[in-house]
């Protein structure tokens, strides 16, 4: 057995994650109140000296697995605690979650900002996902791939090839799903959400949800379709997806949608909660 804990660090995640949550109640019980954590004071800006310091760009997402944490984003060098020596680690990198000492081995070269990461189940590896063209600098290899969690080398077994970027990844029951702004996986028309198997790379035909009719900024004639973010309900009976369409398999859909992950389908539930919103920015530090 291995422990994974994943982080998501931006916008559209606090709506998916109440959702989930919130499916796993009782109707007789009152949610649980975020933040109900308590603390003696304000956690300062180095809450801790034992991690690495990533010196430039921006961190998107971070796994824990295995006694590693490994961290993607569009940075490009880091410092290991207490030094002020940089290191070049461009995109993605891992390191020792007890001493904060940036692994040496695992070192998978990309040429592009990773979005997200997820486990494989046997914990010997991950999924990356991303806008990057070339892994190890393999061209045919891109935007959704499995490395090894020790050395960072590709796994070549799993070839996905979203034709663009891919912005979540959620490993669940033995199920793989990615979501962005992709239309195509592999070739296979998949309009923002795909079930992925999880050794070859291969769409699932088992979910084929088109997420269609993007709403239109007020800032920008025109936007791609995105599916921000998913996540499933901790029994894995529904998956939350977020994005900025107005439609999922032709169902109204104001920018959130539930699916039953048994049947595949859209659930009956909607809201017009964010109906009237820019979902083309949800995160303005994230599009600056």
């Known amino acids: 057995m291995f422990s994974t804990r994943g982080y998501r660090t931006r916008g559209g995640v606090a709506a998916v994650a109440l959702l989930t949550g919130a499916l796993?109640?009782?109707?007789?019980?009152?949610?649980?109140?975020?933040?109900?954590?308590?603390?003696?004071?304000?956690?300062?800006?180095?809450?801790?000296?034992?991690?690495?310091?990533?010196?430039?760009?921006?961190?998107?997402?971070?796994?824990?697995?295995?006694?590693?944490?490994?961290?993607?984003?569009?940075?490009?060098?880091?410092?290991?605690?207490?030094s002020s020596n940089n290191i070049t680690r461009r995109y993605i990198l891992a390191y020792d979650e007890q001493t904060g000492q940036v692994s040496n081995s695992f070192q998978p070269a990309l040429n592009g900002p990773v979005e997200a990461l997820a486990p494989s189940e046997d914990g010997q590896s991950i999924y990356i996902g991303g806008n990057f063209r070339s892994t190890n600098g393999n061209t045919r290899y891109k935007r959704l791939v499995r490395v090894d969690a020790t050395d960072g080398s590709l796994i070549t077994s799993f070839r996905s090839n979203p034709n663009r970027k891919v912005l979540d990844l959620v490993q669940s029951n033995g199920n793989l799903y990615a979501s962005g702004e992709f239309t195509r996986v592999r070739g296979e028309l998949r309009s923002g959400l795909a079930l992925v198997n999880q050794s070859t790379g291969r769409p699932d035909?088992?979910?084929?949800?088109?997420?269609?009719?993007?709403?239109?900024?007020?800032?920008?004639a025109r936007s791609p379709m995105r599916v921000w973010r998913i996540d499933v309900t901790p029994d894995g009976e529904r998956l939350i997806a977020t994005g900025n369409f107005s439609r999922a398999d032709g169902q109204p859909r104001d920018q959130i949608a539930m699916i039953d992950t048994t049947?595949?389908?859209?659930?009956?539930?909607?809201?017009?909660?964010?109906?009237?919103?820019?979902?083309?920015?949800?995160?303005?530090?994230?599009?600056?």
């Open 205 to 220: 035909g088992a979910l084929d949800i088109p997420f269609t009719d993007p709403w239109i900024s007020p800032r920008a």
């Open 24 to 82: 796993m109640l009782p109707t007789s019980l009152s949610p649980v109140v975020a933040g109900s954590v308590g603390h003696s004071g304000i956690v300062s800006e180095n809450p801790a000296n034992f991690t690495p310091d990533i010196t430039n760009g921006r961190v998107n997402t971070m796994l824990v697995m295995g006694g590693m944490v490994y961290v993607g984003g569009t940075f490009s060098t880091v410092q290991n605690p207490g």
């Open 263 to 288: 049947t595949m389908t859209v659930e009956p539930w909607s809201t017009s909660f964010f109906r009237f919103t820019d979902p083309t920015n949800p995160d303005p530090e994230r599009n600056s």
